[in-house]
């Protein structure tokens, strides 16, 4: 076996943040320094070292503590950093129709079209958007154009 070259061993192991997510999801369950799990999921330092599916994570979690903004910064992030990471639009897009902002699920849906061609065309799930205006048809969900 040969010894690791020097520049193998100056970089920095990737960090793994499995310890962090499974202490914010067991503190959160138990209901348990949920201030502080709130602290720790508005950093948004961290999501530049986060993969798609662990931003993913996240946002859930930062929903599941009431962070709704700390969410949608998560997911606007992973949409930057990821554009063609199908889930990340998806679930930017149901957050924001959920929280009835409909006009921004709709500008995230066409930002989502435009990075991915073909995005939603075969959604036939309506959506509500919670602002009023009653349930998107398949027509006009914010997931298809």
């Known amino acids: 076996m040969k010894p690791p070259t020097e520049a ?12 962090l997510f499974s202490r914010l999801r067991s503190f959160i369950i138990e209901d348990r320094e949920v201030e502080k799990c709130r602290d720790i999921l508005r950093k948004t330092d961290v999501l530049q070292r986060l993969s798609p ?23 606007e992030e992973l949409n930057r950093r990821h554009p063609v990471f199908e889930s990340g639009w998806r679930e930017h897009i149901e957050l924001l129709a959920l929280l009835g902002k409909g006009a921004e699920a709709a500008a995230v849906r066409a930002r989502a079209q435009d990075a991915m061609p073909g995005f939603g065309q075969h959604d036939a799930q ?17 997931l298809q154009p």
């Open 8 to 19: 193998a061993q100056k970089r920095p192991a990737a960090p793994d943040f499995e310890l």
């Open 126 to 142: 309506p959506v509500h958007t919670g602002d009023g205006g009653g349930i998107f048809s398949s027509s006009t969900s914010p």
């Open 53 to 75: 599916e662990q931003c993913l994570e996240w946002s859930r979690l930062a929903q599941m503590v009431g962070e709704m903004e700390a969410a949608c910064r998560t997911l």
